[in-house]
């Protein structure tokens, strides 16, 4: 009994002695953001742990984070060097206003440098949290994992948009659902949006992506997520003209130079679902323009012929792929002052020869016709086609005098895709052509780099529609929290026969949406995308002449961007403004609302307010809408009604 007692007490006094040792070696560091709301304590002692809090509220419990080269881990019995912090306070003027044309950049910084040779990077803003791995080695490095843990202080909710495969076009829907139920292994892409307690929305994402694969998140089946990457594909099989087959992977995610910055781990935060939305830490984190002149990119809408699969009526000959049916768009995005139109797939001899149009398509005519009518024109291709060969299909691109690229059926995202974008962004900038990213993973800051990314795809957007019931009201509502956050988004609306649930059908040649008109009418302030579609028909325009004024007066980009009015998945109020006008826009889900719009964020004087509501019939018949003129001030408030599933809209003039 003597000898037990003994044992227990040298067992005692070894472990506190071990944990004295290791607190004397335990390193902590505090960091907050400018206006002393968000605060993170990183930890170092065997590894770089790091905590955080919104007020007094934890959203953050040691997160763990590390870089694995195989032959050393970064981020494992770490040695500090040196620890710096740094203040900035700076207007940054954007090159493409997709919110607005300047962004207020305030943050408070903490360096550490460790040995050998590597730095982690913490930097707080008022509305969001940002670290990242900064390395400086003479020799390319080999990447085996960076480990991103994230422990959450609570059980929280999650929108979570769960992906079957690494090999995505990034195209979800939203699990709402706890962290805890999802079961380890489950995981999604990024965005992701977590629910915590007292209101606090963390969005999840990464910004200054480059040479690098993308991070997505996997589930533990606990409070927590980690991080999960594709691989670098060493080999692989063509499938059919689009896809790949039997592929061999390494076991590891990057080779990349040793002397770099990595991705920025990106935790946009806020108590207020409207303050969610204007947060624009994506842009200001990542590499800032790379274009010596950007005079010559003009975002606007253009008018795109896939998603009605050219159902053209009224006219004289049969519609098809071919030069007649392209200038009857051309003669209607001249009459709307569209700027642009799109030649979907079907133009190129064949989706792997895009040197040459269909038999039926004189696509010099086209160009010049559409010239004679100032309406440019984007060509369709793709991505494998674009990557065979890609300067010389450029060059004649650009010889023909087309304005730009939509790129599609990328569906990767591993460090070779994630470069594919950087070069065909640089080669497209060398000839002054604009590029349209579809099939594609999420915007990472790229634009920022390269302002003539004009937008990108990475959604579930209104092409769904053509085969599946997924994009409903709640959908389109939940995007602006969600995908959005990340920049860009050619979700491309318009759709002029809309339906409710009950009536609404699957038509791959005659779709149609879910929800009122003015529900979409609504997207095009709600949603962000310099290169903003209108999907519909010609003809159904033309029909539709009202609604199709309205559309044609809308801007892409925006001098200045307040939402209102906002709850996650429920609903969203947007103002906007460009040069002495206001544009406004509300999107509920299925549920019918009454909103407050107050006209304070007006200038002085009166301005007429052209408006688009929901008519009295639309929750039956969803095309029905009523079209409102009348005068307000600063002084003014106006209620507003939303039928289920609807929206509206307003254009406000300055007098």
């Not at 560091?29 to 709301?37: E, H, L, V």
């Not at 999604?188 to 990464?206: F, M, Q, R, Y």
């Not at 990475?458 to 997924?470: A, I, L």
């Amino acid at each position: 009994m003597i000898f037990k007692l003994q044992t227990e007490k040298r067992i005692l006094i070894s472990a506190a002695f071990i944990l004295m040792v290791l607190n004397a070696f335990t390193k902590e560091y505090k960091i907050t953001s400018p206006d002393g709301q968000i605060s993170v304590t990183i930890t170092v002692d065997t590894g770089i742990k790091w905590s955080a809090s919104v007020g007094n509220q934890a959203i953050f419990t040691n997160n763990t984070l590390s870089l694995d080269f195989g032959s050393t881990v970064l981020g494992v019995n770490p040695k500090v060097v040196s620890a710096k912090t740094t203040s900035v306070k700076e207007v940054v003027q954007t090159v493409v206003a997709v919110k607005s044309k300047t962004i207020q950049n305030e943050y408070n910084q903490l360096k550490l440098v460790f040995k050998p040779n590597y730095a982690v990077n913490f930097r707080l803003f008022n509305n969001g949290i940002a670290y990242r791995f900064e390395t400086n080695m003479k020799q390319d490095v080999i990447v085996k994992n960076e480990e991103v843990t994230l422990n959450f202080a609570g059980d929280y909710g999650v929108l979570f948009p769960e992906e079957e495969s690494l090999y995505s076009h990034y195209e979800r829907s939203y699990l709402d659902q706890k962290i805890s139920s999802l079961q380890a292994g489950r995981f999604c892409s990024l965005p992701t949006l977590v629910k915590a307690d007292n209101n606090i929305k963390i969005g999840i994402t990464e910004a200054d992506l480059f040479d690098y694969p993308c991070l997505f998140m996997e589930a533990t089946g606990k409070s927590a997520f980690t991080s999960k990457y594709p691989h670098v594909i060493l080999k692989s099989d063509p499938k059919g003209d689009r896809g790949i087959q039997n592929i061999q992977e390494a076991d590891y995610i990057a080779r990349t130079s040793g002397t770099r910055s990595f991705p920025w781990r990106v935790f946009m935060i806020s108590q207020e679902d409207a303050r969610l939305v204007e947060n624009q830490m994506v842009y200001l984190l990542s590499r800032e323009n790379k274009l010596a002149e950007t005079n010559w990119i003009k975002p606007g809408l253009v008018a795109w012929d896939w998603w009605n699969e050219n159902n053209i009526y009224g006219v004289d000959f049969k519609a098809g792929l071919d030069t007649k049916t392209y200038k009857y768009y051309i003669d209607f995005a001249s009459k709307f002052k569209i700027p642009y139109i799109i030649l979907d797939e079907g133009w190129t001899k064949t989706t792997l020869n895009i040197k040459e149009s269909n038999a039926d398509l004189n696509l010099q005519e086209l160009i010049a016709y559409g010239k004679s009518k100032n309406v440019d024109i984007i060509l369709w291709c793709l991505w494998n086609a674009l990557d065979a060969d890609m300067n010389p299909i450029l060059d004649l691109y650009a010889k023909w005098g087309v304005k730009g690229i939509k790129v599609d059926f990328m569906a990767r995202s591993e460090q070779y895709m994630v470069n594919f974008y950087e070069r065909a962004a640089k080669a497209c900038a060398d000839r002054k052509l604009l590029i349209d990213f579809h099939g594609a993973f999420k915007p990472s800051g790229m634009v920022r780099a390269y302002p003539n990314i004009i937008n990108h795809e990475g959604v579930k957007g209104m092409e769904n529609c053509k085969w599946s019931k997924d994009i409903t009201p709640e959908h389109d509502v939940t995007l602006c929290f969600t995908r959005m956050l990340a920049g860009p988004m050619d979700y491309t609306p318009g759709a002029m026969t809309n339906k409710n649930s009950k009536d609404f059908a699957i038509s791959f040649s005659h779709p149609m949406s879910q929800g009122t008109r003015c529900h979409q009418l609504a997207m095009y302030v709600c949603y962000d995308a310099p290169l903003q579609m209108l999907n519909d028909s010609p003809s159904n325009y033309y029909k539709e002449t009202e609604c199709t004024t309205f559309i044609s007066q809308m801007p892409t980009v925006w001098d200045n961007t307040k939402i209102l009015d906002a709850k996650v998945g429920d609903y969203i109020l947007t103002a906007r403004q460009k040069d002495n006008n206001w544009y406004l826009g509300a999107l509920t889900d299925w549920t019918a609302r009454s909103l407050d719009v107050d006209f304070s964020f007006l200038g002085e004087g009166t301005y007429e307010l052209e408006i688009m509501q929901d008519g009295i019939n639309a929750e039956v018949s969803c095309n029905d809408y009523k079209r409102i003129v009348r005068q307000v001030t600063k002084a003014d408030k106006l209620n507003i009604q939303l039928a289920s599933g609807g929206g509206w809209a307003a254009i406000c003039r300055k007098k």
